[in-house]
């Protein structure tokens, strides 16, 4: 005890000192160098981290770019990634209007589907490790040049898929497996109607139908000859334009049996002539509304043909069954390496233009994915 009280505190310090000038001079905040004592305490400022992202303001109004501090530590199972490219979803557009079903009050940066490259990992995540190229999925925040996602809801992909492929490819390609394998039990040889078919979703229903499900006839409908020709392009045997040709008349003439299967994310007068049209034992499945009508089902239609209506939500598989979700994207990956099928994209905007991206989806010029590039 008595040595230790004796021992003057340079008997401490000057070894750590000596250790710490062995390390050659560091660069103080005004970047010049120094040997200071000063600098053996950490310098919190300067260690702060930055990045950018589009934030909802305001319900309504455009975004507006802000700097954002990046947070410090990551929770359990967290994934930090640096965004390279961000998809745009429709479920976007509807929460910065204050529309969507989960409302998330202002300010808060939107985006659901996004890729890039892992930063860091969690202590407890094990499957994914720094530098590795990934697409996932989120709530809200994919609209940022960084991102902090769950690691399941993220999935390695392959150095073959860019970045921009990547972030048009998860919740389309999942939303129409699920929906055709699971829900809708297809099968090869199959008649398969999609419609909104130039959309992203529409687009993977029909690679998936015509390349992978071995469809015998995919029928396209959507709303131009210019996305007629598109579609057909990328697998559609048939293509109806719906604003100057009735659907019901033009799948009879293409499949006088019907559709076994018919893939509907419009709703509305559009849906009542899918019902119409539908084959014995065929299976509607409902994807969505893009026509803002919520069509009321007449059930002696499916009565009369033993068909069935089929329901979607491809995202509450993510917390009803976890294991069928990751199972919807593993296949497409596979299928995606096996070279079957090519995720489709129509333009791409800087996250400084990302305003303009939202008003030529509004203009109805997009056909396939826009993307949000961050770098």
């Known amino acids: 005890m008595s040595s230790l009280i004796r021992c003057p505190p340079e008997r401490i310090l000057r070894p750590l000192m000596k250790s710490y000038l062995a390390g050659g001079a560091v660069k103080n905040?005004?970047?010049?160098?120094?040997?200071?004592?000063?600098?053996?305490?950490?310098?919190?400022?300067?260690?702060?981290?930055?990045?950018?992202?589009?934030?909802?303001?305001?319900?309504?109004?455009?975004?507006?770019?802000?700097?954002?501090?990046?947070?410090?530590?990551?929770?359990?199972?967290?994934?930090?990634?640096?965004?390279?490219?961000?998809?745009?979803?429709?479920?976007?557009?509807?929460?910065?209007?204050g529309q969507y079903q989960v409302k998330v009050p202002p300010p808060f940066t939107p985006g659901s589907e996004f890729a890039g490259t892992i930063l860091e990992v969690a202590e407890d995540v094990e499957n994914l490790k720094p530098g590795m190229r990934v697409a996932g999925s989120v709530t809200t925040g994919a609209f940022s040049e960084e991102v902090i996602g769950n690691s399941a809801m993220l999935w390695q992909i392959p150095e073959s898929m860019t970045f921009e492929e990547a972030a048009s490819f998860i919740v389309a390609y999942g939303t129409a497996?699920?929906?055709?394998?699971?829900?809708?039990?297809?099968?090869?040889?199959?008649?398969?109607?999609?419609?909104?078919a130039a959309g992203a979703t529409g687009l993977a229903a029909v690679d998936l139908a015509s390349h992978v499900f071995e469809s015998s006839t995919v029928i396209g409908a959507c709303g131009s000859e210019e996305k007629c020709e598109l579609i057909k392009q990328r697998g559609a045997h048939h293509a109806i334009n719906y604003t100057n040709e009735e659907v019901k008349s033009s799948v009879m003439d293409i499949s006088p049996h019907g559709a076994d299967v018919i893939f509907d994310a419009v709703g509305g007068k559009i849906f009542k002539e899918c019902l119409r049209s539908i084959a014995w034992e065929g299976r509607l499945l409902v994807v969505g509304f893009a026509s803002g009508e919520i069509p009321k089902i007449p059930a002696n239609h499916l009565l009369v043909k033993n068909a069935s209506a089929v329901g979607?939500?491809?995202?509450?598989?993510?917390?009803?069954?976890?294991?069928?979700?990751?199972?919807?994207?593993?296949?497409?990956?596979?299928?995606?390496k096996a070279g079957k099928i090519n995720p489709y994209y129509?333009?791409?905007?800087?996250?400084?233009?990302?305003?303009?991206?939202?008003?030529?989806?509004?203009d109805r010029k997009s056909t396939g994915k826009v993307v949000i590039t961050m770098r």
């Open 346 to 362: 129509s333009a791409t905007f800087s996250l400084d233009r990302i305003n303009d991206a939202f008003q030529f989806i509004k």
């Open 312 to 336: 979607l939500y491809w995202g509450a598989y993510a917390m009803q069954d976890s294991h069928t979700f990751d199972w919807s994207i593993q296949e497409c990956m596979r299928h995606y």
């Open 29 to 97: 905040t005004h970047g010049s160098s120094s040997h200071g004592f000063a600098n053996l305490i950490p310098n919190r400022v300067s260690s702060k981290r930055f990045y950018r992202a589009a934030v909802c303001t305001e319900f309504g109004k455009p975004l507006e770019i802000e700097k954002r501090e990046s947070e410090e530590e990551l929770s359990s199972g967290e994934v930090r990634v640096q965004v390279s490219a961000s998809g745009i979803n429709f479920g976007d557009l509807l929460m910065m209007l």
């Open 177 to 196: 497996f699920m929906g055709l394998k699971r829900r809708a039990n297809i099968q090869a040889g199959e008649t398969v109607l999609v419609t909104a």
